[in-house]
């Protein structure tokens, strides 16, 4: 793991949009951290970086959304909400993994048993006023 410290969203940003350089059809990405801890401005890069030039906002209400129109779809979920895995399993997730592209997952440690064993874990912490401490494979 190696440990990025982020002093702005800005930066956080950035780190996504560096990132997503990396990324192959099928990488899931499993994202956990505190609220406000830059989870979904580091997705906001991924996606800038998959060359998505919308709006990306966080799923949390309608759980899913999809980026497409870069090099890569990007899928982006939210399980802060759900109550079981059979919830995400409802909602089409195990169907995204195969879509070919990008999944990423905050909140994925709510229900570690449905993510794939080659899953990227990132961890997201709050740090002092707008530090993030990041933690990537």
């Known amino acids: ?4 410290v982020s002093k702005s969203a800005a930066q956080t940003f950035e780190l996504g949009r560096s ?6 059809v099928g990488d899931v990405l499993a ?3 505190d609220l406000g801890a830059g989870k979904t401005q580091f997705v906001k890069g991924i ?3 998959l060359g998505h030039s919308g709006e990306v906002t966080s799923p949390t209400f309608t759980l899913v959304h999809e980026y497409t129109g870069g090099r890569l779809p990007l899928f982006h979920f939210d399980f802060y909400r759900l ?13 995204y993994l195969g879509a ?3 999944v990423a997952v905050e909140w994925a440690g709510k229900f570690p048993g449905i993510l ?12 002092d006023g707008d ?6 494979p």
């Not at 530090?131 to 990537?136: F, H, K, M, N, P």
Request: zero cysteines; a negative charge; charged letters at 30%.
């Open 1 to 4: 793991m190696e440990l990025f």
């Open 83 to 95: 109550e079981s895995d059979d919830d995400a399993l409802r909602i089409g997730f195990d169907d």
């Open 100 to 102: 070919g592209g990008v």
């Open 131 to 136: 530090e993030r401490r990041i933690e990537l």
């Open 47 to 49: 996606a800038a970086g």
């Open 116 to 127: 794939p064993a080659s899953a990227r874990r990132l961890t997201f912490a709050v740090g």
């Open 31 to 33: 994202l956990d951290g």
């Open 19 to 24: 990132y997503a350089a990396q990324l192959r």
